[in-house]
């Protein structure tokens, strides 16, 4: 079957360290994936994109990584800041019509 | 320039009813998803609306329809509601751009239906 697993646990982070994230999956072949932020009660705010050929991207204190081999994707916030605290979603695209398929999400709390 | 914007934001319905979810893509796009996230899950892709056609549809049964209009405003239409339709359903809006439509894609702030 297909999954899509992220670190189902919360993660604690202090501010001005590096959060990371993982993203596995199985039996996709995924032509891209895209990272989302969440917050409660509001829809997904598109962060990153990635595609099957990129090894690593990077937006202001976001970094990703997409390894095809081993089917994950790492996501880190460097120098994490309170206002960073939000679940962060992993998704898929496997299709030309953009359809997206996504983990369950990583809570990220991070502390002063 | 608005975004994605959906309407209720807040619905409240009984078992065996049937519910209307509103849709408002952002300006500039013709491509509209809906996605339903329970509650502490990812989204789960309903179906896809474009040019005024259903282009392509998740595990959901017939229960869930659809319909997108020519301004590309779109509804999402839940039958028989059963307790486990409680969620928040999230329409997604994408333009068509160098053949590939599902690049960027702009989420509204979601409709949270909870059926009793």
């Known amino acids: 079957s297909q999954k899509i697993e992220q670190n189902s646990e919360a993660l604690n982070i202090q501010e001005g360290k590096t959060a990371t994230l993982t993203c596995n999956y199985t039996?996709?072949?995924?032509?891209?994936l895209q990272w989302y932020r969440q917050d409660p009660g509001r829809g997904p705010v598109f962060l990153l994109l990635?595609?099957?050929?990129?090894k690593e991207k990077r937006k202001e204190r976001l970094k990703v990584t997409f390894d095809t081999t081993l089917k994950q994707s790492l996501f880190h916030i460097t120098a994490s800041q309170p206002a960073d605290s939000a679940t962060y979603l992993c998704?898929?695209?496997?299709?030309?019509?953009?359809?997206?398929?996504f983990g369950a999400g990583t809570q990220v709390v991070v502390t002063p | 320039d608005a975004g994605v914007t959906q309407s209720p934001t807040h619905l409240i319905k009984t078992r065996g009813q049937q519910v209307t979810l509103r849709c408002s893509p952002k300006?500039?796009?013709?491509?509209v998803s809906w996605y339903q996230q329970a509650l502490g899950q990812g989204p789960q892709f309903i179906f896809q609306?474009?040019?005024?056609?259903?282009?392509q549809r998740g595990n959901f049964p017939d229960r869930f329809s659809g319909h997108q209009f020519p301004n590309y405003s779109s509804e999402l239409n839940v039958n028989a509601l059963l307790l486990g339709d409680s969620a928040l359903y999230l329409c997604?809006?994408?333009?068509?751009?160098?053949?590939?439509?599902?690049?960027?894609?702009?989420f509204g702030p979601g409709t949270r239906l909870l059926v009793l």
């Open positions: 997604a809006s994408s333009p068509i751009a160098g053949g590939l439509p599902g690049e960027t894609q702009y």
């Open positions: 039996n996709y072949s995924p032509a891209y």
């Open positions: 990635i595609r099957e050929n990129e």
């Open positions: 998704a898929l695209v496997t299709d030309s019509w953009g359809k997206l398929q």
């Open positions: 300006s500039g796009h013709d491509t």
């Open positions: 609306y474009y040019e005024e056609e259903e282009r």
